[in-house]
């Protein structure tokens, strides 16, 4: 059975499994970059080579999204994996379904901090960013995604829909705010540790604690970033290299960089999530 970590992309996601990864299989909470590669990613060609050839063709990909997580649960053994896909169902294919997941942590962070990540993260104008937020997406979907051995066509849809699709059934779900992580790490990780306990036997304290905080704080994350210890950088570098995955994190403030009319166009789209979550 799959315990899901979901997220719009730029909302934490990598974040959080650096924290689970420590958590989980470091004996002593100190982590590196090797341990993320425990919480595989999903969908991933390697889980969908023996159903289709086609890694371009989204109707076959779609077809094969429950028969690649039968295979992966074949062995009856409780695994966390990583997506940005949507939960969603496309005609008569559903991402996932009951038989196949025992849960999900979903990483949600305000829509209008996403922008500057966003827009450092594929490169896109603050407008062209806002736009990928509010128009539905499927990412992956370049011929060069196609020619990786890592990349797959990932539906996000819109960012709202992509947040109610995972939490609209309350049922095995933790949701985590990225501004929770940033305001009070302590407090998160009581609550990842609290959730995974239901499903998983591991052990931990106080130091082990402390120092899974430590060793994934933003800043240190963005450290070990820039020596060259984290793979999954970004799509897009500019030519001077200032293009970096863990970008501005807590300095981010949407107030420094959109104008009003994406401010608007945004709080007035979101609405009714952002109420929700507190962001209004």
Same mark, same amino acid.
């Given at each position: 059975?799959?315990?899901?970590?979901?997220?719009?992309?730029?909302?934490?996601?990598?974040?959080?499994?650096?924290?689970? $990864?420590?958590? @989980?299989?470091?004996?002593?909470?100190?982590?590196?970059?090797?341990l993320?590669?425990?919480?595989?990613?999903?969908?991933?060609?390697?889980?969908?080579?023996?159903?289709?050839?086609?890694?371009?063709n989204?109707?076959?990909?779609?077809? $094969?999204?429950?028969?690649?997580?039968?295979?992966?649960?074949l062995?009856n053994?409780?695994?966390?994996?990583?997506?940005?896909?949507?939960?969603?169902?496309?005609?008569?294919? $559903?991402?996932?379904?009951?038989?196949?997941?025992?849960?999900?942590?979903?990483?949600?962070?305000?829509?209008?901090? @996403?922008?500057?990540?966003?827009?450092?993260?594929?490169?896109?104008?603050?407008?062209?960013?806002?736009?990928?937020?509010?128009?539905?997406?499927?990412?992956?979907?370049?011929?060069?995604?196609?020619?990786k &051995?890592?990349?797959?066509?990932?539906?996000?849809?819109?960012?709202?829909?992509?947040?109610?699709?995972?939490?609209?059934?309350k049922?095995?779900?933790?949701?985590?705010?990225?501004?929770?992580?940033?305001?009070?790490?302590?407090?998160?990780l009581?609550?990842?540790?609290?959730?995974?306990k239901?499903? @998983?036997?591991?052990?931990?304290?106080?130091?082990?604690?402390?120092?899974i905080?430590?060793?994934? $704080?933003? &800043?240190?994350?963005?450290?070990? &970033?820039?020596?060259?210890?984290?793979?999954e950088?970004?799509?897009?570098?500019?030519?001077?290299?200032?293009?970096? *995955?863990?970008?501005?994190?807590?300095?981010?403030?949407?107030?420094?960089?959109?104008?009003e009319?994406?401010?608007?166009?945004?709080?007035?789209? *979101?609405?009714?999530?952002?109420?929700?979550?507190?962001?209004?």
């Amino acid at each position: 059975m799959i315990i899901w970590l979901a997220s719009y992309p730029k909302s934490g996601n990598t974040w959080v499994r650096s924290i689970i $990864s420590s958590l @989980l299989y470091s004996n002593d909470g100190n982590f590196n970059f090797e341990l993320i590669k425990k919480i595989s990613q999903f969908p991933e060609k390697k889980y969908f080579k023996d159903f289709i050839n086609d890694f371009g063709n989204f109707n076959k990909i779609k077809e $094969s999204w429950i028969l690649a997580q039968d295979t992966i649960n074949l062995d009856n053994e409780i695994k966390i994996l990583k997506t940005h896909h949507g939960k969603y169902t496309v005609g008569t294919d $559903s991402f996932t379904n009951d038989q196949n997941t025992l849960a999900t942590i979903y990483v949600v962070r305000d829509p209008r901090t @996403l922008i500057s990540s966003l827009s450092n993260h594929y490169t896109l104008t603050v407008d062209k960013a806002s736009d990928f937020l509010m128009t539905p997406q499927i990412i992956g979907n370049s011929k060069r995604w196609e020619e990786k &051995e890592t990349g797959m066509q990932c539906l996000l849809g819109k960012w709202n829909d992509h947040y109610r699709s995972w939490t609209k059934n309350k049922n095995n779900l933790l949701l985590i705010k990225y501004e929770n992580l940033i305001q009070n790490p302590e407090n998160e990780l009581k609550k990842i540790i609290n959730f995974l306990k239901k499903y @998983l036997n591991f052990e931990t304290d106080n130091n082990k604690n402390k120092k899974i905080l430590e060793t994934t $704080s933003f &800043e240190n994350l963005k450290e070990m &970033e820039q020596k060259g210890l984290f793979k999954e950088n970004v799509l897009n570098k500019r030519d001077d290299g200032t293009v970096n *995955f863990f970008h501005l994190g807590p300095a981010n403030d949407w107030r420094d960089d959109l104008n009003e009319d994406v401010k608007n166009k945004i709080e007035k789209d *979101f609405y009714k999530e952002m109420t929700e979550l507190e962001y209004l």
